[in-house]
C-alpha cells in the first residue's frame, strides 16, 4: 500500500490516518478473539456433560470425581440403666422411711429444735 504525503497528512486530518486506526483496531480485535478462542478451547469442561458419568465440571472447567460420602453411623449405647435403678431405689426407699410416723414427728420436732432454740 502506498501512502501519499500531503500537508493534510502531517496535520492528522488525511482519510488515510483514518484508516491506518482502524486497522490497527481490527488488529486489535482479532487479537483478541484469537487469545479467547485458546483460553475458551483449553478448558477441559464446560459443563457436566463434558466430564464423565462419575465426575462433576468445576469451576475452573477442571473435571474432578464426584467424591463419595460414607456414612459411618456409631450408635453409642447410653448406660443410663444403673443409674436410674439407684434413683429409683433411692426415691422408693425415701418413701417408706417418710410414711413412718414416727419419723415425720421425730424429724419435724428436730426441725423446729434446731430452729427456734432459745440462745
Keep these: 500500500m502506498i501512502r501519499k504525503f500531503s500537508k493534510n497528512n502531517i496535520k492528522g486530518n488525511n482519510k488515510g490516518e483514518w484508516k491506518i486506526q482502524s486497522e490497527f483496531f481490527w488488529l486489535l480485535i482479532i487479537l483478541v478473539a484469537a487469545i479467547l478462542v485458546m483460553w475458551i478451547g483449553s478448558w477441559e469442561c464446560i459443563n457436566n456433560s463434558g466430564c464423565e458419568e462419575d465426575e462433576l465440571c ?3 472447567h477442571v473435571c474432578y470425581k464426584i467424591p463419595t460420602i460414607e456414612k459411618n453411623v456409631n450408635k453409642t449405647e447410653n448406660k443410663y440403666n444403673l443409674a436410674a435403678v439407684i434413683l429409683g431405689l433411692s426415691i ?3 418413701a417408706f422411711i417418710l410414711r413412718k410416723e414416727n ?3 421425730s424429724f419435724i420436732r428436730a ?3 434446731r430452729k427456734f432454740a432459745k440462745k
Aim: hydrophobic share 65%; charged share 25%.
Design 92 to 94: 422408693i426407699i425415701a
Design 103 to 105: 419419723f415425720r414427728k
Design 58 to 60: 468445576a469451576v475452573n
Design 111 to 113: 426441725f423446729f429444735k
